[in-house]
DNA sequence: CAGACGATGCACT
DNA sequence: GTGCATCGTCTGG
């Protein structure tokens, strides 16, 4: 399965009070503070999962998490069930949506980026317009534009389909 | 169409 | 015991 990132979110270190490293170091977010490069998936609200990648050095806790894609291998076509127009393809639209389709859990931290497993590749696409805008689902540190998309996605998360400028 | 809310498990204090 | 980096459903206007 394949998909086209179009949204995620920042999550830089200890000093980020939205960031799960703000504790300090504990046993679920020690992934953090390894190396980069690596899949961190923790569970919220007990029934979705999120998945991040690791990106500072060694000690420095970070990680960006994917919160979106759109479909591209792996996926059943689209169903445009009787007289809608344009279906949007919104499977992905998410981070816990994403982790449900991909199949991921807590079972896949630490899954190196860059092996066959699960990765990240660059298709040489022409690149988006990204827009910067304060994180989801946060109380904390909301004044921090930390959350980038693409604004010609349809796929973003968040249920407004309002048109972009 | 927007806002409220319940589901559900576990890390952390 | 508290609080989540969420989502789908229900409600009211």
Redesign the pocket.
Known sequence: MSARIVEV?A?IGEYDP???AA??P????KTLYGVPGLT?VY??????Y?L?FVTEAKDCPA?V?IRAGEPVEGFEPIQNVGYSKSPVDRRL??????CREFGLSTAHTGIDLTGDVLYVEDRHEPAPIIVASP??????ATDRLWRFHDANSQAV?G????AQS
């Open positions: 979110e999550y939205a960031c799960h504790p300090g504990t046993p679920r977010n961190y569970l919220i609200y007990g029934i979705y999120c991040n990680a998490l639209s998410g981070p816990g949506k994403l994180r989801i689902g946060i109380t904390k998360s249920k407004s389909l309002k």
